[in-house]
């Protein structure tokens, strides 16, 4: 014998016309198919729940009465008579995954075409997966949520009406929905919105507790959104610290390096300059061999010169990397201004100064040293040139 199955019970629940509470009805019928599903529904009433008030056989264009009762096959699905059993149902109060079919709508979970009230039971659907999410324990048998914010607690469990529903203000959910799924830091909207369901319902009844959530949906997004932005604020606060902490550092080493890659040279400016004043010959020195002593004493002389030339140029290109760190040190402060919020807050925490100006102050005055520096050589050299002419006989 050929097996009823879910689509054709489906048909003949479209089909049917119910009355007292569901238990009775009549169908009429209009194709071969149908025919062929009533005959398989009265003959298997025990797993169908049809049962033919007259023996007569199943035609085409009849009408037929019958008594129902919910069937006793658990592949068809849950078959609900109303709304209100369905969201009485503990599993259907928050997951509509398996297959349902409501009498009073002559709708299954396959229809695209909802009724509002469908609708509005999916986008409240939403809203309690988002719950599950920011709850830290769900009850996976009867979606019973427990909430922790400091040293609070709320359970709550999913518990509503249809009246609830008929007002519920479905664009509230979405912004709820939107707010924590999009962008970043959904962790950190999960624990907003944990404390807000806390705060908005911790006074109520275990029984009223959802309902009450639902009628205060826009508060709960105030909330969200306020502290949220409070987060955010202190968040970008902490991360423009750290990379502005972090751009110091580095333009440091920078600075630091610039220093370090010529001290040995300047340290030997004085140790050079004695040491070549030292070595110049006398006449007497030089057993009075005057071409002996001008062509030694001309040679220290130009190397003396030599060495100032490119200790000048050495210098000059130290200062050119100074301001070359300089104008990137400018440009990281104009684009922190440019794209961060709580720049001048910084600002101010810091003496109303720039957070870079320590290390601008430091530039300025390595690039003072160093123009000291080049002076001192030139004097120097100008001091060794005195010498070398006051000791120096020329030959020729």
């Given at each position: ?122 986008k409240l659907l939403s809203f309690i997966h988002i719950m599950k999410e920011a709850a830290a324990f769900v009850d996976s048998s009867n979606s019973k949520m427990l909430f922790l914010n400091d040293n609070k607690q709320l ?178 402060d104009r684009v922190l201004q440019k794209t961060s919020d709580v720049y001048e807050k910084i600002k101010a925490e810091n003496g109303n100064k720039a957070p870079f100006s320590e290390l601008m102050v430091r530039i300025k ?32």
């Amino acid at each position: 014998m050929t097996s009823l199955t879910r689509d054709q019970l489906i048909e003949l629940y479209s089909k049917a016309q119910f009355s007292d509470n569901f238990t009775k009805g009549q169908i009429t019928v209009d194709s071969p198919r149908l025919v062929q599903s009533l005959t398989l529904a009265f003959e298997n009433k025990e797993i169908s729940g049809f049962t033919k008030l007259t023996g007569s056989a199943i035609q085409l264009n009849q009408s037929y009465d019958f008594y129902y009762d919910l069937h006793r096959r658990a592949e068809f699905g849950h078959i609900f008579k109303t709304f209100d059993e369905l969201i009485q149902n503990k599993k259907f109060r928050a997951d509509n995954t398996s297959k349902h079919y409501v009498l009073a709508f002559k709708y299954d979970y396959k229809d695209t075409n909802k009724p509002e009230t469908i609708q509005k039971y999916e986008k409240l659907l939403s809203f309690i997966h988002i719950m599950k999410e920011a709850a830290a324990f769900v009850d996976s048998s009867n979606s019973k949520m427990l909430f922790l914010n400091d040293n609070k607690q709320l359970e709550v469990e999913p518990i509503y009406k249809k009246s609830d529903l008929d007002q519920l203000q479905q664009d509230q959910i979405d912004q709820i929905v939107r707010f924590i799924n999009e962008d970043t830091h959904k962790k950190q909207k999960l624990a907003i919105l944990s404390k807000a369901i806390i705060t908005e319902s911790s006074n109520e009844s275990f029984d009223k507790i959802f309902s009450v959530l639902l009628s205060k949906l826009g508060e709960i997004y105030k909330t969200l959104d306020h502290d949220y932005t409070v987060f955010a604020s202190s968040f970008s606060y902490e991360k423009l610290r750290n990379e502005i902490e972090n751009a110091k550092l580095e333009e440091q080493v920078k600075i630091h390096k610039v220093i370090t890659d010529i001290q040995n040279q300047i340290l030997g400016i004085p140790v050079a300059t004695v040491i070549v004043a030292t070595q110049f010959k006398t006449q007497k020195l030089a057993g009075n061999d005057l071409v002996y002593q001008f062509w030694v004493n001309t040679g220290i002389f130009v190397g003396v010169m030599i060495f100032s030339v490119f200790l000048w140029y050495l210098i000059k290109n130290q200062k050119d990397s100074l301001v070359g760190i300089e104008t990137e040190i400018d440009r990281k402060d104009r684009v922190l201004q440019k794209t961060s919020d709580v720049y001048e807050k910084i600002k101010a925490e810091n003496g109303n100064k720039a957070p870079f100006s320590e290390l601008m102050v430091r530039i300025k005055t390595q690039k003072t040293i160093f123009t000291v520096v080049q002076w001192v050589t030139v004097i120097a050299t100008i001091v060794t040139y005195v010498i070398y002419l006051f000791i120096t006989v020329f030959p020729y």
